[in-house]
């Protein structure tokens, strides 16, 4: 009876979770730089509330969900130093690979349904490091542009 009950518990405990919530976290460390460094951000989210703000190059923390039902959040960062052209930023929030392809092995279903959309362990924010290049505001300049730094991963292929 005992080896049916334990059986029971960890079929349970699997198909009541989902992979992306195991494994994955609910903020997102972002780094954030800008050429010329010193320039002031400020993080402001879906809502338009401000989240984060500080002076580069820095590092913040992001909450990836609003606790709702596939309720992903999303940024905008807007960049400001005396001399330069402001700068504003999208940052984009999308479902990770241990929320498409982990909750095949894992969560099944409910991992896909019932668990992972209520948690922000199933979203990734992009890019996943900020790098900025802000243009002089004499004139002179060209239109200022984001430069997007790519993450160090190695890609297979």
Not at 57 to 64: C, E, G, I, N
Not at 94 to 121: E, T
């Given at each position: 009876?005992?080896?049916?009950?334990?059986?029971?518990?960890?079929?349970?405990?699997?198909?009541?979770?989902?992979?992306?919530?195991?494994?994955?976290?609910?903020?997102?460390?972002?780094?954030?730089?800008?050429?010329?460094?010193?320039?002031?951000?400020?993080?402001?989210?879906?809502?338009?509330?401000?989240?984060?703000?500080?002076?580069?190059?820095?590092?913040?923390?992001?909450?990836?969900?609003?606790?709702?039902y596939f309720g992903k959040k999303t940024y905008t960062i807007t960049?400001?130093?005396?001399?330069?052209?402001?700068?504003?930023?999208?940052?984009?929030?999308k479902p990770n690979g241990w929320y498409i392809a982990g909750n095949l092995g894992f969560g099944g279903l409910p991992g896909?349904?019932?668990?992972?959309?209520?948690?922000?362990?199933?979203?990734?924010?992009?890019?996943?490091?900020?790098?900025?290049?802000?243009?002089?505001?004499?004139?002179?300049?060209?239109?200022?542009?984001?430069?997007?730094?790519?993450?160090?991963?190695?890609?297979?292929?």
């Amino acid at each position: 009876m005992r080896k049916y009950f334990a059986l029971f518990a960890a079929v349970a405990t699997l198909l009541l979770s989902g992979c992306a919530t195991i494994v994955g976290d609910n903020y997102q460390q972002l780094p954030i730089s800008s050429n010329p460094e010193g320039a002031h951000f400020v993080v402001k989210d879906e809502m338009g509330m401000t989240t984060q703000q500080g002076v580069t190059p820095a590092t913040v923390y992001l909450p990836k969900s609003t606790g709702k039902y596939f309720g992903k959040k999303t940024y905008t960062i807007t960049f400001t130093k005396a001399g330069y052209k402001p700068l504003t930023f999208p940052l984009e929030t999308k479902p990770n690979g241990w929320y498409i392809a982990g909750n095949l092995g894992f969560g099944g279903l409910p991992g896909y349904l019932l668990v992972d959309p209520f948690n922000g362990g199933m979203y990734t924010i992009h890019p996943e490091t900020v790098t900025v290049t802000l243009a002089a505001s004499n004139g002179s300049a060209s239109k200022a542009e984001p430069k997007v730094k790519k993450s160090k991963k190695s890609k297979r292929r």
